[in-house]
């Protein structure tokens, strides 16, 4: 599914809504989401999974076709964790755990 | 360092400011639309949103595993699992926005 396809569907859900106001709702979500992990905080999403943020540290990295050394500034990573109602929705209802 | 952690509620609040629903609408289309990612995925489906990122599943086979305090072997029987892949812009955004072609 991509998020034509995930507007449509909420689309086809509420008919009495614009198309509009879902592609708008459907943005303000994931935008909240991003910028609440560029200000380094955490997003939560129960029965879903928690989006947070790792930080790569600086480092010297290498061009890999010339070999000369350019340093490479910390950088921030995003990085999801599955909740468990997740994992057992995706396994069939049983928790095995990990 | 970890500040705050944002929940649906905020989520919906920020619906609710945006998109001019009422607080209870907003609510409700924020949980819609959790739950249709959610459903795709249970379906077996890879659900791709453009300028965020891409939910993957990805299916495991068995493998013996250890019982980190006690040593015994246990065998960990094949499951699927789900990944996120960032998407650049969104990696973009979270490092300044300034270098966004990077990648």
Redesign the interface.
Known sequence: ???SE?IQ??AA??PH?FQR??E???N???D??????????????????T???KKRPARVGRNPRTGARVSVSE??????K?GKE??E???GGQD?E? | MPGRTITRADLCEAVYRKVGLSRAESAELVEMLIDEIIETLERGENVKLSGFGSFMLRDKGQRIGRNPKTGVEVPIAPRRVMVFKPSPVMKARMNGADDAGEE
């Open positions: 599914m991509i998020k995930l569907r909420l859900a509420n809504l106001d879902i708008m709702i459907v303000t979500v994931l909240e989401i991003v910028d609440t992990l560029a200000n380094d905080n955490r997003v939560e999403l129960r029965g879903f999974g989006f947070s943020v950088k921030s990573v995003p990085f999801f599955m997740m994992r929705r995706l396994n095995d990990d």
